[in-house]
């Protein structure tokens, strides 16, 4: 059982930047990859960012790949996000996720509750 709370989010101008922050509990976080989700208005929910236990391995959606970055820090059971020249199609709710891994895709086990992200033209 894995319980995850984000934080973070919040209201920028296009061109600007915001770290997200998830923190886990539970004993399985440390065997987990982590991954980032976000709802678009009017969208399905979509695949972000994701990196493996030891972030030997990480992976983007193609359209944040050179703006996003996901890290995280297994000592302090914690996940980031650092999002840097935020457009206004970024503006979603993000939501944090321990992962599984198929193929190329991953698929959420453990849910956050998410966090509004709000990019201004």
């Known amino acids: 059982q894995v319980q995850l709370v984000e934080s973070g989010g919040g209201l920028v101008q296009a061109g600007g930047s915001l770290r997200l922050s998830c923190s886990a509990s539970?004993?399985?976080?440390?065997?987990?990859?982590m991954g980032w989700f976000r709802r678009a208005p009017g969208k399905e929910r979509a695949f972000v960012a994701a990196t493996t236990w030891s972030s030997d391995r990480t992976s983007y959606a193609h359209s944040v790949k050179g703006r996003f970055t996901i890290s995280r820090d297994n000592a302090k059971n914690t996940v980031y996000l650092q999002m840097n020249n935020l457009k206004p199609e970024d503006t979603a709710v993000y939501y944090c996720?321990?992962?599984?891994?198929?193929?190329?895709?991953?698929?959420?086990?453990?849910w956050g509750q998410g966090t509004q992200v709000t990019v201004s033209s």
């Open positions: 539970g004993r399985a976080f440390s065997t987990y990859a």
């Open positions: 996720a321990a992962v599984q891994p198929a193929g190329s895709a991953w698929y959420g086990d453990y």
